[in-house]
């Protein structure tokens, strides 16, 4: 028995049998035909680039009728790309002018193609060479007779182990109803995690080479919780981890039977409980887990896996879906937060790809107000969806006032166009700024008099403060919520919200995350989104939690004079030494 230890970032046991997808880089032979094998080698190449169709039809079949359409929109890009003629045909005339073989021909060719691709101003059309790769990987694979482990042939029930997965694969894979996730890479608060968390599944990320340990099809179990992957386990391993799950799903049975039990601590104090959304599917959970409200609904997740952005029309009937369904409750829309880890087709997600440092560049609000091509459609959609209910909208990544305001005077233009066409808004929806860069907190109370409402984004504001980029597990042992810096950031972006009466919330991970929320209710924070997966558990904890104890534990905790000690005092007040 081999045991495999990462980081668990979404608890719960899972066993199952491994899918394992291998993304190694192609070994290409280069040599020359025979002029009297031109026609076979011809012969190869077309035969080769017919299975490729044939294969990207299968799985465009494949995809599961409640996919989004963002799912199945990757697929008709590869068709597109793998019939053009720079494709499947600028590789025959090489193979007979030159007499190279298939491989090399059609190697030389994307080489060509991604260089043209990379000298190209435009952003979007730059990133498009990822897919001009993975159509010509696809055709390589025919002609080497090599496997496509693509995820699209994962089954039900599977444990899917990867290098890494993008958040665009990740959202391909929910829809295959896989058991866990086990990835090389990645760290806690990738988009990735996160998106696999919400899946309410067990996740291990940075698990290095787990990639190499485990073949397709062994047995794996994957302990969520402690971050541990045990692959040929003994029949008595199984028996325990069998046993162990079952409890674990006897617990969750039994905070099913707080849904509709008030979110109040023991002294009276209301605490609202909130949802984070990516996708449309996720709605139905927030609802059954009894939220008060939508905190934060990712809407980039609608760009993804297609070649074109949604239109105002497609955003719309989205946004007004999850206004209904959540009707007289709050439904907080963000405007577009691509860039950096959140990499799409559809919505040219700036120069990230050739960024020195992404996560510093052309991201979120700063993508948007330098491409508002983009960011109008999503703005008339929002405003329009906030006639169907309580919707209101939030700007991430804000640094600087001059960008709150050039966002509020785009909001202003939106809607004197909208009056025009006598279509429906609400005049006064409410605007809320996401804290998530230290400026933002530190400057907080230089925001809050625009502003309806603020939420802090722990996942960046951790990011930013610590210097620690979200997406690399070579800095994940820096990441520390507890940080005296991060604490002093989330307590002056709620004195600031405080001072001039306006909610504060939190959406980052942090926020459902029990072993912070008693400091969190300590430092005053009222209101909290989360995965709905996490909610009841918060809820539990929040029931047993006295607000007035918990206040005075925070304000010893804010003084503590290293990190340790904020460390231990944090134990302490989890193991009721405090509330
Ligand atoms: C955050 O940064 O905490 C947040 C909620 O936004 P995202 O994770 O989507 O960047
Ligand atoms: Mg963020």
Known sequence: MLAVHGLGVSDGIAIGKAFVLRQEQLDVPEYNVLRGQVDAEVARFTGAVQAARAQLDSIRNHIPANAPPEAASFVQTHLLILDDRMICVAPIDTIRRKLHNAEWALKAQAERLVDMFERMDDPYLRNKKVDVQQVVDRILRNLLMLDHDHHTHVRAGEIVVANDLTPADTVILKHHRVRAFVTDLGGPISHTAILARSLGIPAIVSAHSVTRYVRHGEELIVDGKRGIVLVGSDARTL?????????????????NRLRTSPSITSDGERIGLHANIELMSDVKAAVSARADGIGLYRTEFLFMNRPEPPS??????????????????????????LGADKQVDGGRAGNAQVAVNPALGLRAVRLCLN?????????????????????????????????????????????????????????RIPIGGMIEVPAAAVSADLFAPYLDFFSIGTNDLIQYTLAIDRVDDAVNYLYDP?????????????????????????????????????????????EFSMHPA??????????ASRASTLARAANRILKARSALAVHAAADALNDGKAA
Request: charge should be positive.
């Open 371 to 427: 491409d508002t091509a983009l960011f109008r459609p999503q703005l008339r959609a929002i405003l329009r969806a906030s006639a169907a209910g309580k919707v209101r909208m939030m700007i991430p990544m804000l640094s600087s006032q001059d960008e709150l305001f050039q966002v509020l005077d785009l909001v202003d233009e939106t809607k004197t166009e909208l009056k025009r066409a006598r279509e429906k808004f609400n005049p």
């Open 534 to 543: 996490r909610l009841l558990e918060i809820k539990q904890i929040v029931r």
């Open 312 to 337: 105002e029309e497609e955003q719309y009937r989205a946004y007004v879906k999850v206004a209904r369904a959540f009707r007289n409750k709050p439904v907080t829309i963000r405007t577009l937060d």
């Open 482 to 526: 507890l940080h005296p810096a991060v604490l002093r950031l989330i307590r002056l972006t709620i004195d600031a919200g405080r001072a001039a009466r306006i909610p504060v919330a939190m959406c980052g991970e942090m926020a459902g995350d029990p072993r912070y929320t008693r400091l969190l209710l300590g430092l005053g924070l009222t």
């Open 239 to 255: 028996a325990e981890y069998r046993v162990r799950r079952k409890r674990i799903l006897e617990e969750r049975r039994a905070l």
